[in-house]
Nanobody, 122 residues
Framework: QVTLRESGGNSVQVGGSLRLSCTFTGNIDSGCMGWFRQAPGKEREGVATIASGGTTSYADSVKGRFTISKDNTKNTLYLQMNSLKPEDTAMYYC?????????????????WGQGTQVTVSS
């Protein structure tokens, strides 16, 4: 059985940092994993993904500020978020999908966590 559980969301001020964690169970450690977010009134968007071969990909809006990483020994996916901006405010979701070696299309993700809220205030 696959489960994903996010943690680490909080309220921070502009310029602050947070690290989100996603602990997972099930045989998904070799598949694509990623972080998505959804702000009120907006569609869900991809934030960062890590492919089976380790290649990472980021939305333009977070490049240079966010870092995705995974520790298979701990069954945990991370998202380090630095230099946070008010527009980063959203519910952040962890997702997992099929193994793809070097890139992760959005269609590959079919396991989702419940989300963790990030609020950035000025």
């Amino acid at each position: 059985q696959v489960t994903l559980r996010e943690s680490g969301g909080n309220s921070v001020q502009v310029g602050g940092s947070l690290r989100l964690s996603c602990t997972f169970t099930g045989n998904i450690d070799s598949g694509c994993m990623g972080w998505f977010r959804q702000a009120p009134g907006k569609e869900r968007e991809g934030v960062a993904t890590i492919a089976s071969g380790g290649t990472t990909s980021y939305a333009d809006s977070v490049k240079g500020r966010f870092t995705i990483s995974k520790d298979n020994t701990k069954n945990t996916l991370y998202l380090q978020m630095n230099s946070l901006k008010p527009e980063d405010t959203a519910m952040y979701y962890c997702a997992a999908g099929n193994p793809v070696y070097d890139s992760c299309p959005a269609s590959t993700f079919h396991y989702w966590g419940q989300g963790t809220q990030v609020t950035v205030s000025s």
